[in-house]
């Protein structure tokens, strides 16, 4: 049983994050050497600035995920054609799924790469390299102290008429036990940075 330490007095503000869903794709680039594998890096961290980029292994086999924004659909092509131009041995997948996970789980195994960890959706349990939704619960001194990722799907269904229903509908549907959410008063609290952030209260 998940332990109860969601909204008791130690929570004080709840941030929440909405990302913007975008077109995915899938770079498998099999490298011959440390410097090969350096280089495939450098590309894709020289891409942060214009799209969400999270690597997926490390080791022979680099293998990164994107996410670009519809306009933006040219980029994924052009990725895919420096690659093809430089390394040998390159798959392109234009979606993010299970079946893709588990070829580069058994790819990574055949070669010897590390697999680096992705993060999941608290509500379906769905491996989620983009979350849609972010929610950060931070103490007293503004530190965050739990924070929690939801995909598209568990976002869409937790859709509430206002957005302090949206993030207690979020947090009631987590796997984690939230115990008092439901009591719990949320104040916004508005901030230019971070328009959808709540001070926590217990009634
Ligand atoms: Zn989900």
Redesign the pocket.
Known sequence: MPAKVGIDNTIREICVDPQPNGLRAVYLVETRSSEEEQEVENIFSALESQLEVRQLTKGKLVSFVVQAHESDAEIIDEIEDVLKKSYVFVVTQRSFDELICRIINELSRQTDSKVLPIPK?N????I?PFPSTVVNLSGEDGSVLVSRN??A??TAEACAPNNKDFIKSLLAADKRNFGKIERAQLVRHRSRKQPLRYLVSLI
């Open positions: 959706c509500i379906c349990g769905k989620e939801y995909c799907c568990c």
